[in-house]
């Protein structure tokens, strides 16, 4: 063998070789070393979040990671559970940074999510987690997800739920650039089976004290698949259909302040005649007691179709709690305008 072949040889066997580390490092070294940071970097941030990940693969054009059986939890028992699986989730990031325990992420798509927030009765003080994972992502984009909101009592559970849903998320982070900003995020999917939705939402989500917007358009809606929510958490069965409804929400610390535009059909209500009801049902009964409520405002504009409510948070009530009852409140003084008057706070 001449000299020259033998460097040619010697040279493929070290080319080969450099692949054969690279691959191993890629599918094997790589895989194991992002999650181990993932993980870390979630349960660093939140004592009682947990996070893991199925099969995990790396790209290196561009830099990213994909985890498939994504799943997570984080929360109290009996407070406020989020747990979240998805298919698919794939985050471009850079890497170096990443080894520092900051994560630098692009635009995140998550394939096939499905969320469930559970509240309940029991509000203890806030978990002692570390600072917040410094974090940063271009954006995220959700396909086809579905989020179910639980709402548990002693003996009795309400639950409303969406699916079909495709969303966009805005920048956001926790990094010193990014902490302060506003975040946007919109979605659009359908709600309990019939009811066309579209959500826009704006926050500060690190802020101290809440600083949130909420725009909701749903069309479509049969009220009677809301029942799984309303009769539980309410007492009030709800029959109908919500041909166009709007509803805005402003939340500034403890202060909330609604709107709502409703065009509906054939409108009925029914509550329960029981001591558990919440003051959203105790305003109904004595509304109707004095009030029939008209089955429809959807012809010639004789109806007033707005509503309106400016609520304050209660002593313990989540954000989302809140929200959704400013939406009630707000959507529900639409069918008593014209009658008489209502202090709902």
């Known amino acids: 063998m001449t000299i020259g072949k033998s460097r040619v040889l010697r040279l493929s066997l070290l080319l080969l070789s450099v692949l054969a580390l690279g691959a191993v490092l890629k599918e ?15 349960q660093g941030g939140c004592a009682t979040c947990t996070l893991s990940l199925g099969r995990v693969r790396v790209s290196l054009l561009p830099l990213a990671v994909s985890g498939f059986g994504v799943r997570f939890t984080g929360g109290t028992p009996n407070a406020t559970v989020v747990s979240c699986e998805a298919r698919r989730v794939y985050i471009p990031f850079a890497l170096f940074p990443l080894l520092r325990g900051r994560l630098r992420a692009g635009r995140i798509e998550i394939d096939q999510p499905a969320v469930t927030v559970t509240e309940g009765d029991l509000y203890g003080p806030t978990s002692a987690g570390g600072a917040p994972p410094d974090l940063e992502i271009e954006g995220a984009a959700v396909k086809n ?34 902490k302060d900003a506003d975040v946007e995020a919109s979605a659009d999917g359908l709600l309990e089976k019939s009811g066309q939705f579209r959500l826009q939402v704006r926050a500060k989500f690190l802020a101290k004290a809440p600083d949130t917007d909420v725009k909701l358009q749903i069309n479509g809606q049969n009220l009677a698949e809301l029942d799984p929510f309303f009769k539980p958490e309410d007492g009030i069965q709800l029959h109908g259909t919500i041909l166009e409804g709007r509803s805005t929400v402003k939340v500034r610390g403890a202060g909330l302040s609604a709107s709502a535009y409703v065009r509906y059909r054939g409108l009925s209500v029914k509550i329960e005649q029981n001591k558990r009801r919440s003051g959203l049902s105790a305003f109904f009964q004595s509304l109707l007691a004095s009030v029939t409520m008209v089955k429809q405002n959807s012809d010639g ?3 007033d179709r707005f509503g309106a409510a400016d609520l304050q948070r209660k002593p313990k009530e989540t954000v989302i709690s809140f929200i959704l009852r400013g939406m009630k409140v707000a959507a529900m003084e639409v069918s008593s305008k014209g009658s008489r008057g209502a202090d709902h706070r």
Do not use: Q, W
Not at 28 to 42: E, F, G, I, S, T
């Open 301 to 303: 504009g004789h109806y």
């Open 28 to 42: 094997a070294v790589a895989p194991r070393l992002l999650r181990r940071k993932l993980v870390a970097a979630v």
């Open 145 to 178: 997800g579905s989020f179910v909101y639980v709402r548990e009592r002693p003996g009795r559970t309400g639950r409303i739920g969406v699916t079909r849903i495709n969303a966009a998320m805005g920048p956001a982070g926790s990094s010193d650039r990014l």
